[in-house]
């Protein structure tokens, strides 16, 4: 068996012209261009690639973009200053703290003191209870994404076992609600979870959300189960240098899955699509709109 892949960079550019399409009705029908502020502290090289990305991709769909980058040294005080500035902003619709944050400031502080009406990373813990029972929340954009591609693959997801492996907040945990949600029999599994490869083997949706490279062999995998890999690592590769793999070892789940996530290429670009359709999402609520169709859960 080889397994289809789950094309996320291409899922992620039709999203994004869905976004497109929403943003240029909203202008056009209600004079209205959604705002996403971006809060960057410190030069975390990784978080600087993401907020630029993040920033391009704004603009392209023709949104607002803002962008905050303070020093490592900023106070908690005058980040929090900051943030209450763009909760009453009305041109800003989402904002987006980009983590992990500088030594010395309290992520869960900072998180909490976003509008959870604008909080489009799902993180706000309004937002975390929301989701968890089943009512109207911003979601999780890598969360979203996962589920954006199992619904285009499979269609209905009711009856179907999956296995999170992985318990963060900002995955596992709300990948778990989001099946719940579509009615799959939901298992969670991490590091203390005993025969995890017998567990996985059960199931017919694997997430792998640990962080741990090419965690997950082939021999774990039931034949023809739906895998999507959220991990991204960075190894040694053959010519010296290093490459990017998932928490799957790609190759040997290939053979027994039947559909899977490649990385890069897979989840990664549905995050940024879906932070963007977050927004949009935001905005229509903020003003009183209909929920832009096929944007959110």
């Not at 009406?117 to 799902?122: E, L, M």
Request: hydrophobic share 45%; with cysteine; proline share 5%.
């Amino acid at each position: 068996m080889t397994a289809h892949i789950l094309d996320g960079k291409a899922f992620a550019a039709k999203l994004r012209t869905q976004v497109a399409t929403h943003v240029a009705r909203l202008k056009a029908d209600h004079g209205i261009v959604p705002g996403l502020a971006v809060v960057l502290v410190g030069d975390d090289p990784a978080s600087q690639v993401y907020v630029r990305s993040k920033g391009k991709m704004t603009v392209e769909v023709g949104m607002q973009s803002f962008e905050h980058r303070l020093p490592d040294t900023t106070s908690e005080a005058d980040l929090l200053a900051l943030i209450a500035q763009l909760n009453a902003d009305p041109a800003v619709h989402g904002i987006l703290v980009q983590l992990p944050l500088p030594a010395g400031l309290n992520s869960d502080l900072v998180i909490n003191t976003i509008d959870p009406a604008k909080d489009v990373d799902g993180f706000h813990i309004s937002n975390v209870g929301l989701l968890g029972t089943g009512q109207k929340a911003m979601v999780p954009c890598t969360p979203l994404g996962c589920l954006m591609l199992l619904r285009d693959h499979h269609g209905s997801l009711a009856g179907k076992h999956a296995v999170v492996i992985g318990r963060s907040n900002i995955v596992g945990k709300p990948m778990a609600q989001l099946l719940l949600g579509d009615s799959c029999t939901v298992t969670i599994a991490h590091s203390r979870t005993a025969d995890l490869a017998g567990l996985v083997r059960q199931a017919d949706i694997v997430v792998a959300a640990v962080g741990r490279a090419q965690m997950v062999p082939g021999a774990w995998i039931k034949p023809g189960a739906t895998v999507i890999d959220v991990g991204i690592n960075r190894i040694a590769a053959d010519d010296c240098g290093t490459r990017l793999v998932g928490d799957v070892d790609f190759d040997s789940c290939a053979t027994v899955a039947g559909a899977i996530t490649p990385v890069p290429g897979g989840v990664g670009p549905m995050t940024i699509a879906c932070l963007l359709a977050n927004t949009v999402t935001a905005c229509s609520r903020a003003n009183g709109l209909a929920e832009p169709e096929g944007l959110t859960v």
